[in-house]
């Protein structure tokens, strides 16, 4: 018996506040995913994201209606196997359950600004740039000020140089945001910040993820570090309001 799967949206109050428009995540189900459509535009739904794995053949939903992919997620898993800890970088990394320093915690906001500029939200034009600067920001500082189950520091002569975020979900370590200056990228901070999200990782149950643009190139990073790639992700966004 084939079991049907209904596709859902579900609201997302986060991006809402920051675009000023009423945001929803589509979640693809095994349906025709009109209803659910109809019900999000009649609730005022303005734009809703899906997502969809490279094989889900819900995705052919979307394509259909000549959407284009705004972004390819990478997911790798911390490999068994991973290599032990890189020795001798000259990076010093601390490790925060909850960051309270006023300045530190505008330096990561500041940082997320200027470094994270790849994104779903960042692709879509008509998502005001400004607005997506300032959502990755306040993410930031949610992470790091305790929606993080760690934040890792990075510190090159006891400047602030980059950070990872953490979070731990009942299932997985997961890689939240990492960010690092333009400045001090080539020195190992990465390197540094990614080794210390392991060790702490593997103080809990496996697996341990990290998701990023299949462009990146710090997927190199994740690769040497013993990230295996394991699944990939297409993001589209469904605008149901006129331009």
Known sequence: MTVVRPTTVEPSPFDSGHYGRRVGRLDLGTDAPDRAILAAREAGYEVLFARAAAEDPARRYLEQRGLPVLDTLVTSTLSPTAPAAEAGLDVEVRASAVITDAALLEAIEALTARSITRSHLHADPRLPSAQTQALFSAWARNDASGRAARTFTAWLGGEFVGY???LATPDAS???LVAVEAAARGRGVGTALLDAFVGW????PPPATVGT???NPALR????RGFVPTRTDLTYHL???DP
């Open 201 to 204: 990782a593997r103080t809990r």
């Open 164 to 166: 990872l975020a953490a």
């Open 221 to 224: 990073l994740y690769a040497r």
């Open 213 to 215: 643009q299949a462009d």
């Open 239 to 241: 605008w149901l309001v």
């Open 174 to 176: 997961v890689v939240d």
